[in-house]
């Protein structure tokens, strides 16, 4: 089974430091991504930065427990990771990247653009394994920007 690519991009109301930061903060998690039940920090890197995190998220009907390794860049314009650990996942590897767009009326923008490549545990049809990517894509980017926009989980958060 190979690993399959999917990305997805939005423009976030927000400045990227603004957008970081709310990555960053695993434990919200929760609170406002629809598919994430629990969060853990195992490691704090040298910077005080979460190195390594615990989730159990719903995923395809069942419960999935992974656990993914964060690496970060100079700037606040990246975080990436990589799966040390899942149980219905072999890969769970992404990056978040931002770039800070003019700002118009409305005020500071940026593009963010969600990549993610998935290698699932369990044999799946293809066009099945593409629209669960790409719903986790949309869900995630769609919860990101309701949190940061309105302060508040998006429409499809249970």
């Not at 931002?98 to 290698?119: F, I, K, R, W």
């Not at 293809?126 to 790409?134: D, H, K, L, N, Y």
Request: negative net charge; glycine residues 6%.
């Amino acid at each position: 089974m190979m690993a399959e690519r999917a990305s997805e991009r939005t423009v976030i109301r927000a400045t990227p430091q603004q957008i970081f930061d709310t990555i960053i903060t695993y434990d919200a998690y929760p609170t406002w991504a629809t598919h994430v039940k629990s969060v853990e920090v195992d490691r704090i890197d040298d910077d005080g930065r979460a190195g390594l995190v615990s989730y159990r998220a719903a995923a395809m009907g069942r419960s999935a427990a992974y656990q993914l390794e964060y690496f970060y860049g100079t700037n606040p314009l990246r975080v990436s990771w990589r799966l040390a650990q899942g149980d219905l996942v072999r890969r769970l590897d992404g990056r978040y990247v931002l770039t800070p767009l003019p700002d118009d009326s409305a005020g500071a923008q940026t593009e963010v653009v969600y990549e993610l490549e998935v290698e699932v545990s369990m044999p799946m049809p293809g066009f099945v394994r593409r629209r669960a990517e790409t719903s986790i894509l949309r869900t995630a980017l769609d919860d990101l920007r309701c949190w940061i926009e309105q302060g508040q989980p998006s429409a499809t958060a249970s």
